[in-house]
């Protein structure tokens, strides 16, 4: 499908801020419209399931020109295709007096050491015990430029990396930091236990990275409806049958380091869905990923701060274990 991104989104002024419209091209005449609705959403970076489509069709969130339709019905080239989600019921975030590790505060940021298995902010299926619960209690002022879900939340770790997480508490530094991210001038270094022994010392991967079709949840390296991702990395360690990698993000697309490790044949040690080597997680309870260095301007004075978090136990014990051997 080659939907056209400048027309999918508010084709008029009279659609709210929540909803979508588009129009159906040639090449897309015939497509299921549940499908075709989900994959345009996707190449908006709109993350919403099929379910999630299929049940605003049956509640009539979904029209298309004007009249509702089944989820089985085909499109044709010239249709207009609108949304109208419903409003989602409210989110209650709310403190939770859970301890951080704490890097570096002060008025305007907040750096903390994320342990391995925290949800950075709350969502569907972790409603609480994520860091925004945590800052929530701790601070009493975050920025509001990401919403009351996300609140001081510049940029995400997944849940089961540990490691360090800048967070802005008002929305000058939530801005500054934000456009350091979108320039590439944050310095984001992380260490990583792969499977396999990498022969090359040091080396880059600048492969694209996209959603997966099959499922939308997974990301890979593909050329379509992808954004540029590259990954350096430098052997820091090898072992007879894995590598300690030091890796630095040149770009931060989700999941990226560990879907380039799998895409060069060198998926990380305990990924559950990246991993591809079930039994072998060496007791690791998560991917053994840990972003080392963190290093940003600070969004008022414009000094730069590098800060460094040492690696979890787990994965010290782990790379006790293979060296002993």
Not at 33 to 39: G, L, N, S, W, Y
Not at 185 to 214: C, E, F, S, W
Not at 241 to 252: A, D, I, K, S
Request: proline fraction near 5%; charged fraction near 25%; glycine fraction near 8%.
């Amino acid at each position: 499908m080659e939907s056209n991104p400048s027309k999918i989104r508010r084709l008029n002024s009279s659609l709210s801020e929540d909803d979508f419209e588009w129009v159906v091209e040639d090449g897309q005449a015939g497509e299921r419209a549940d499908k075709h609705i989900a994959q345009a959403l996707a190449e908006q970076e709109e993350s919403v399931s099929r379910s999630q489509i299929q049940e605003w069709i049956r509640i009539g969130a979904v029209t298309v020109n004007g009249a509702e339709i089944k989820a089985n019905a085909k499109l044709a080239a010239g249709d207009v295709v609108r949304i109208s989600p419903p409003e989602p019921e409210p989110l209650d975030v709310y403190p939770e007096n859970i301890p951080l590790a704490i890097a570096y505060e002060d008025s305007d940021v907040i750096v903390i050491n994320k342990p391995r298995g925290m949800v950075v902010h709350p969502a569907a299926g972790h409603p609480n015990g994520t860091v925004v619960n945590a800052l929530l209690h701790h601070c009493e002022d975050l920025s509001g430029i990401n919403g009351v879900k996300r609140p001081g939340i510049v940029h995400r770790i997944d849940k089961d990396t540990s490691g360090l997480l800048m967070i802005a508490k008002n929305d000058l530094a939530h801005a500054s930091l934000a456009e350091q991210l979108k320039e590439h001038t944050v310095t984001r270094k992380y260490r990583a236990l792969v499977y396999g022994v990498l022969q090359h010392d040091k080396g880059t991967v600048d492969a694209p990275i996209g959603r997966a079709n099959h499922d939308r949840k997974l990301y890979v390296v593909t050329e379509k409806n992808s954004k540029r991702a590259v990954t350096h990395f430098t052997v820091a360690e090898r072992f007879d049958e894995y590598t300690l990698l030091e890796l630095r993000l040149e770009t931060g697309r989700t999941h990226q380091i560990r879907v380039h490790m799998k895409y060069i044949g060198f998926p990380l040690v305990g990924d559950p869905v990246y991993g591809g080597r079930s039994g072998r997680t060496l007791g690791m309870s998560g991917q053994a990923l840990h972003a080392e260095v963190l290093g940003f301007k600070h969004p008022r004075t414009g000094e730069y701060m590098e800060f460094s978090a040492p690696l979890p136990e787990d994965m010290e014990h782990v790379l006790a274990i293979l060296r002993s051997r």
